[in-house]
């Protein structure tokens, strides 16, 4: 069965400062990782995915993830916070078990983005 | 295109009583899935329905119920309501549900059983 664990539910950064979010996962099959963003009293909005190809992805609002298949890890990373950075981060990944693309997700990580 | 709709935005209800809550995908999306979020238990995977069948279930008691319309629009149900089915409800949609598919997302029901 797939799992996703993403390390640190607090991440704390100052404007400007680079971001880095982990996020591991565990699967027996090929992993299709997402990875959304959750404003205050909002829905999850897509960053990015990772079905197949290049392993490095890129998404919106400046934000990329590289897919290390030997570390089993998504880690996201933004170079430089900007104050509208500050939201939370749901590393996901499709759950083949169940025959279609359902999403199992971690538990999220709260980015602060300090002026 | 509109996005994701949900309806109502917020609700409060009392135990015992019963919830219907209404999705309505983005056009010409035909799999529309539901996920529960509490501080808890984070986000998990409700039910998700395809061309008006349920083809896959998580871990929730039979309280729990869902149908799609020939619109692909989604209700779900929550009968006997407890304490601790104060949650965000999500509703997602996708073109087929694939594994590979993007799940768009609305802004959620946030309800609150008193």
């Known amino acids: 069965a797939q799992s996703v664990t993403q390390l640190g539910s607090h991440v704390s950064v100052s404007e400007g400062a680079l971001v880095l979010l982990r996020c591991n996962y565990s699967?027996?099959?090929?992993?299709?990782l997402f990875w959304y963003v959750q404003y205050p009293n909002q829905g999850l909005q897509l960053l990015l995915k990772?079905?197949?190809?290049?392993?490095l992805v890129k998404g919106i609002n400046g934000f990329e993830a590289e897919f290390k298949k030997s570390e089993t890890s998504f880690h996201l990373t933004k170079p430089s916070a900007h104050m509208s950075d500050a939201a939370e981060y749901f590393c996901?990944?499709?759950?083949?078990?169940?025959?279609?693309?359902?999403?199992?997700f971690g538990k999220g990580t709260k980015l602060s983005v300090k002026p | 295109k509109a996005g994701v709709t949900q309806t109502p935005r917020y609700l409060i209800k009392t135990r015992g009583q019963q919830v219907t809550l209404s999705c309505s995908p983005i056009s010409g999306h035909r799999s529309v899935s539901w996920y529960q979020q509490t501080p808890g238990q984070g986000l998990q995977f409700l039910f998700e329905y395809f061309s008006e069948t349920q083809r896959n279930k998580g871990n929730f008691p039979g309280r729990f119920s869902g149908r799609q319309f020939s619109n692909s629009r989604s209700e779900m149900n929550v009968s006997t309501l407890e304490l601790g089915d104060s949650a965000l409800y999500l509703c997602?949609?996708?073109?087929?549900?694939?594994?590979?598919?993007?799940?768009?997302f609305g802004p959620g029901t946030r309800l609150t059983v008193l």
């Open positions: 990772y079905t197949t190809g290049a392993t």
């Open positions: 699967s027996s099959v090929p992993p299709y």
């Open positions: 996901a990944v499709s759950d083949w078990g169940g025959s279609q693309g359902n999403l199992i």
């Open positions: 997602a949609s996708s073109p087929g549900g694939g594994v590979t598919d993007t799940q768009y």
